[in-house]
């Protein structure tokens, strides 16, 4: 993948200090005092590219290729990850993975969308675009969390649900709606964490959660920039200007309580350090597994259906006002 457009001056810097790391090594001569000057200006300068990110830069960072996807999550996050597979109804859905692990010795059970590194891989799990078969797999594995008593947590990263016209012969709209349903009422502690892309529907079928979380470099929308630059200006190219008014980032969504914390990554985004952000994550799933573990899932129940309702208030304006 070719480097994003803002961070080449870093690149370049990194690049020379690795060139001459590996001269010195050669020639045994001494540019200690050199390294450490370029290392500083290289610190200074990722903290001043990555503190300012755009929010459609933000969007462009969580659709980075060697980010982290659920089964990576799923491997250093959990022990013990037992895969199931299939709705019951139709079939398997590579899209979505979902099964039972331990977390520090408690089960509970994960879902999340899985894309591919590859082309092979993304064909085969075709993008990380789920069709119904995959939510309905989520649903299955949910309720079953419901019956004995495990947490769920689950992992969003996708654009949306797969569009094509079978999805929609198989009841796509139908099974998303479902999902949405049993969630809300799912007698069981739910986290959500969004670690890329969280857009339409699709994402929010995971996402009826008790506690949401965000990783910095993630976005949360009802459409992605591009589509919505579409449909507003019949020109995706606008995408930039759309994804400012979206207010997708994890500082808006902070701020008009639509998730419950963000978690910080690494400078330069998760795929610089992906053992690092699997502790942030882990660490972030402690805190709050904890606290909803000592909460009646009566309560948990209320609250989680009050706090959706509470997003996307209004008041009404009389015409003499206007």
């Known amino acids: 993948m070719q480097p994003f457009e803002w961070e080449k001056p870093l690149l370049e810097l990194e690049e020379r200090i690795s060139e001459l790391k590996q001269f010195c090594a050669r020639s045994k001569l001494d540019f200690s005092e050199e390294i450490a000057s370029l290392e500083r200006r290289a610190s200074t300068l990722r903290r001043e590219i990555y503190a300012s990110l755009t929010p459609y830069q933000r969007v462009l960072m969580a659709r980075h290729p060697k980010r982290p996807t659920t089964l990576d999550y799923i491997r250093m996050v959990f022990d013990d990850f037992l895969e199931m597979h299939g709705d019951r109804t139709f079939g398997d859905d590579a899209a979505i993975v979902g099964g039972i692990a331990l977390f520090e010795g408690q089960p509970v059970t994960v879902v999340g969308p899985q894309k591919g590194r590859d082309t092979r891989e993304n064909i085969a799990r075709n993008f990380g675009l789920p069709h119904p078969e995959g939510y309905r797999k989520a649903l299955r594995l949910m309720r079953q969390a419901e019956k004995f008593g495990r947490p769920v947590i689950t992992f969003i990263d996708l654009v949306g649900a797969h569009p094509g016209v079978e999805a929609e012969e198989r009841g796509q709209g139908l099974v998303i709606a479902e999902c949405i349903e049993a969630m809300s009422f799912l007698r069981t502690p739910i986290i959500a964490v969004i670690t890329g892309e969280g857009g339409s529907g699709g994402a929010l079928a995971l996402g009826v959660a008790d506690r949401i979380l965000m990783l910095e470099n993630a976005w949360y929308s009802v459409i992605s920039p591009e589509m919505c630059a579409s449909i507003l200006w019949r020109d995706s190219s606008r995408a930039a200007e759309a994804a400012e008014l979206l207010r997708l980032t994890p500082t808006d969504l902070l701020k008009?309580?639509?998730?419950?914390?963000?978690?910080?990554?690494?400078?330069?985004?998760?795929?610089?350090?992906?053992?690092?952000?699997?502790?942030?994550?882990?660490?972030?799933?402690?805190?709050?597994l904890a606290v909803l573990k000592k909460t009646k899932v009566e309560r948990l129940v209320e609250e989680r259906l009050a706090r959706f309702r509470r997003i996307g208030q209004f008041h009404e304006v009389k015409l003499a006002e206007i």
């Open 256 to 288: 008009y309580g639509i998730i419950d914390d963000v978690i910080t990554e690494p400078l330069g985004g998760a795929h610089r350090d992906q053992a690092f952000t699997g502790r942030q994550v882990k660490a972030f799933l402690r805190r709050y």
